[in-house]
């Protein structure tokens, strides 16, 4: 089974700066004929309060000639407390309205793909005590069959045992029960988006794959992190083991979100840190 993630295509009908990656993103996905199509979020320039950038998203997904399953992004149903745009019900429902389920469960070809909906972890509510006990049902009535993770953000930026590092990456304490769950059900990969990033690494037994955003890349605004600065897509082939191809696609515009943040992401400047925004 081949399965395409995409992921951060960031677009929006009003913020048209990255939709000029749609149509040769989707193209290369049509060309490569993939079993399935994982979206890991930030489908949308600004879902989490513009209901039309969800539907639009949506009807270019819509598009594709295969069946997708899509996971909410920050940008899509806001993110931690505190933060501008802190997720509630109410975006969520929304993303639930247009797009699908936030969380997911797929079996197909011997293997179990869960999507989770990382943005709920680490922020103490019942939403996340909910998906915890979900999450360990389906991972234990996997059976037989093989697991997969798809999630927007990643479990760690440099190390498993790290801190917290706010924005980009799940907080220690839900990392760590994840963790242990990966490890007790064997988790095969866990693959995530967010860091417009590219970086394949192994956490013990588990594969862990960061897939490249389409629609932009981060320059010097941020701290420098693992991963290439490259436009894409991860191509998995699950079979008795998962194995992952980063690809770069050369016709996706090299876009940088430097150069435009003042007229995409305002709030993020405004707010305090450029790392608000990716
Ligand atoms: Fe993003």
Redesign the pocket.
Known sequence: MRIIQIT?T?LSPSKAHFNANWSPLAQWVADQKPDLVVHTG?LSIDGADIEDDLAFSAGLLNELPVKVLSLP?N?DIGHMPGSPQPVSATRIDRWRAVIGPDRWIHDMDGWRLVGLNSLILGNDSLEEEEQFDWLEDALAEAETRRIAIFAHKPLFVDAADEGETGYWSVRPAPRRKLLDLIEEYDVALHAS??L?RAWQGMHNNTSLVWAP?S?FIVGDMERDMPGERILGAAIHTLADRAETEIVEINSLSRFVLDDVIEEVYPRARIAQAPETA?
């Open positions: 951060d960031h930030d992004g940008h988006g967010h417009h955003a629609s990716a």
